[in-house]
């Protein structure tokens, strides 16, 4: 709670920060990342648009686009199609991997100065691209989304973590810091999303440090029944902070939605040029 104004990171501003001796401190983008500018609302010539078949090939370049053996959980497809996933050695697991070493770096470095801590040490983790990757969803579904299929993603558990994640937060637990999953998938969908983080690589959350959006929750009165994804994580972050005593030193997401309203310390936003919630 110490540094209010939120620090962001991203392999940009770190690259930049480290070639002029900086410290990266934008605030420009949530979460410190900057992907390439979106095209407008309203275009007024298709110069100004990407073609989206185009964009597709570029993304699954970026991830170093692989088949597996694995088939499709979905059962109302009435097939099974195999499913792809990421490269180890992709731009995408580079790019993940320079966030994590930056992160890994600047938790120790708080940790190591308890005196500057307004609390206990906690780290809160969004789940979609940023701890578990749903690119096979995403080139299942070719990019566009149906809650059902992706319901069947989800509760079959079967999204591989994003690489280094799971490393980052066993170092960081064992630093001391408290993880809490923040994610605004359904509490329905808690066996699933348990079993496929535990299955991933990480130590299995307990209840109490897994967040679902339920709506009934009591720190959410402000906004249920209609809580945004940016209220319910805000409104929850700051529950940790004021009500259970946390400092939240870092909180990584994916979507300018799991940054905006404050209580962390600082963000780190993991790439994910698939989709967009504001
Ligand atoms: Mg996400």
């Known amino acids: 709670m110490k540094l209010?104004?939120?620090?962001?990171?991203?392999?940009?501003?770190?690259?930049?920060g480290a070639s002029l001796g900086l410290v990266a401190t934008s605030s420009a983008a949530p979460g410190g990342l900057r992907p390439a500018p979106a095209p407008p609302e309203h275009p007024t010539s298709v110069d100004q648009i990407q073609n989206i078949d185009q964009v597709r090939?570029?993304?699954?370049?970026?991830y170093g686009d692989t088949p597996t053996d694995q088939v499709d959980p979905y059962a109302g497809d009435g097939k099974d199609v195999k499913l792809h996933t990421f490269a180890p050695d992709s731009a995408y697991a580079q790019e993940v991997g320079d966030l994590t070493a930056e992160a890994g770096k600047y938790l120790a470095r708080r940790v190591a100065q308890p005196q500057h801590l307004?609390?206990?040490?906690?780290?809160?983790?969004?789940?979609?691209?940023?701890?578990?990757?749903?690119y096979n969803y995403e080139v299942y579904s070719n990019f566009a989304y149906d809650p059902t299929v992706n319901a069947a993603f989800v509760n079959a558990g079967v999204f591989p973590a994003v690489p280094t994640?799971?490393?980052l937060t066993q170092a960081a637990a064992a630093q001391g810091y408290e993880l809490f999953f923040l994610t605004g998938r359904p509490e329905n969908q808690r066996p699933g999303t348990q079993a496929n983080l535990t299955g991933a690589g990480y130590a299995g959350p307990a209840a109490d440090h897994l967040f679902l959006k339920d709506q009934t929750l009591p720190w959410l009165s402000s906004c249920a029944?209609?809580?945004?994804?940016?209220?319910?994580?805000?409104l929850t972050r700051e529950h940790l902070e004021k009500d259970l005593g946390y400092d939240v030193v870092a909180n990584f997401g994916d979507?300018?939605?799991?940054?905006?309203?404050?209580?962390?310390d600082r963000t780190f936003r993991v790439p994910n040029p698939m989709y967009y919630l504001p």
Do not use: H, N, W
């Open 255 to 264: 979507q300018p939605s799991d940054f905006t309203g404050g209580f962390a």
């Open 57 to 62: 090939t570029a993304i699954k370049g970026y």
């Open 118 to 134: 307004e609390g206990r040490p906690a780290i809160i983790l969004d789940i979609d691209d940023t701890t578990l990757t749903t």
């Open 165 to 167: 994640m799971p490393q």
């Open 225 to 234: 029944p209609t809580c945004s994804s940016a209220q319910y994580k805000a």
């Open 4 to 16: 209010r104004t939120t620090l962001s990171t991203s392999v940009a501003t770190l690259a930049l």
